[in-house]
DNA sequence: TGGTGCATGTAACCTGTTACATGATTCG
DNA sequence: CGAATCATGTAACAGGTTACATGCACCA
């Protein structure tokens, strides 16, 4: 459900063919919802089936390019508004986490040591990019920066608990 | 791949049947990997014929008990230490987010609220499950408290950012 | 003996990934 | 004219969801 909102939404920003948006995907969704080049393309065709999206114009090579219909709005914001019915998240590293108490002291601690590392590169990539963009003054940039922000403060975050932890194992296995 | 490794923890801790392992999965792992009855018992068959999990015991209508062999315990260990192949995180509020500048600024607004409402009921959750488990001091419970751990840090980061994004939101409206 | 719980399985569908496939245009 | 890039599509597979389907065993 929600690559189709993630194209819907980039093209409310700007029109484009799927091969811009796969561009746009690439720069500046990659980190938010990655898409690959054939899921994007087939998504596109349901938005059209579903009207949600129409091509606007036909260049060269059979460049489709796509708009939003006002139909494709509404159901943007259907969408925004009924955060409800999202799957649940599932993160592997948490997994991992819940399940060392299965393997062998040294590799639960050195699995918690390179999330540590992990989350200690996000940060920074995050934080360059952060300083790298120039920000506009303009509603699309002020979220993007929010979401930014928010990779910001969750890797932070991860990068606190896993010192917590590293702290908490060499604490019990010293008893 | 991630709910093969689950199934395969779980069983490393106590061996169990289908039917046992998805009462656990309801119970203790629901918060880290959900999973439906259905997929359970097709990817235990699929373990069992990779070898990584063997029927120990057949008890009455038909249950079969599973144990973790020696290959699913290495293979264990192997996801364990290999956590560059994780599939990506990809978090369906934080596309909302992004994309935000889309729609009319109440409705941006009312998300974020939204957003800081599920944090909140998160967090107290989590932090009634914390108060309320009568923790063991063997390696699995320190592990699950460690996960749970981490689902309260996470909570309180989210309600922080989504305070202060609201306030930053309030802000640039004021000019 | 009848309901509840134990116990397992299959089918259809959706999302996502990798790999394969093809062709038109532009520019040096 | 040839290479890079623009441009779109299909097929096969893996993982996950919902719904459907079946049957045995225990105990009140």
Redesign the pocket.
């Known amino acids: ?4 909102i993630a194209a819907l939404g980039l093209l409310t920003q700007y029109p484009g ?4 948006l ?1 561009k746009r995907f690439e720069q500046s969704m990659a980190n938010v919802w ?6 994007l ?2 998504e ?2 349901k938005l059209a089936n579903a009207g949600l999206i129409e091509v606007s114009d036909i ?6 390019e796509y708009r939003v219909t006002e139909a494709g709005r509404a159901e943007l914001v259907r969408w925004i508004s009924n955060p409800q019915d999202d ?2 998240v ?1 993160r592997p590293d948490v997994l991992r986490v819940f399940l060392l108490g299965d393997v062998a002291p040294q590799v639960a601690r050195d699995y918690v040591t390179t999330f540590a590392e992990h989350a200690t590169a996000d940060l920074k990539r995050y934080e360059q990019l952060r300083d790298s963009v120039n920000w506009q003054d303009k509603d699309s940039d002020f979220y993007s920066r929010a979401a930014l922000e928010f990779g910001i403060q969750n890797a932070a975050m991860e990068l606190r608990w896993a010192h917590w932890l590293v702290s908490a194992i060499d604490e019990r296995a010293r008893r």
């Not at 063919?17 to 811009?20: A, F, K, V």
């Not at 990655?34 to 899921?39: D, K």
């Open positions: 459900m929600s690559l189709r063919s799927g091969y811009d796969l990655p898409a690959t080049q054939s899921q393309y087939g596109l065709n260049g060269p090579r059979g460049r489709k799957p649940p599932r």
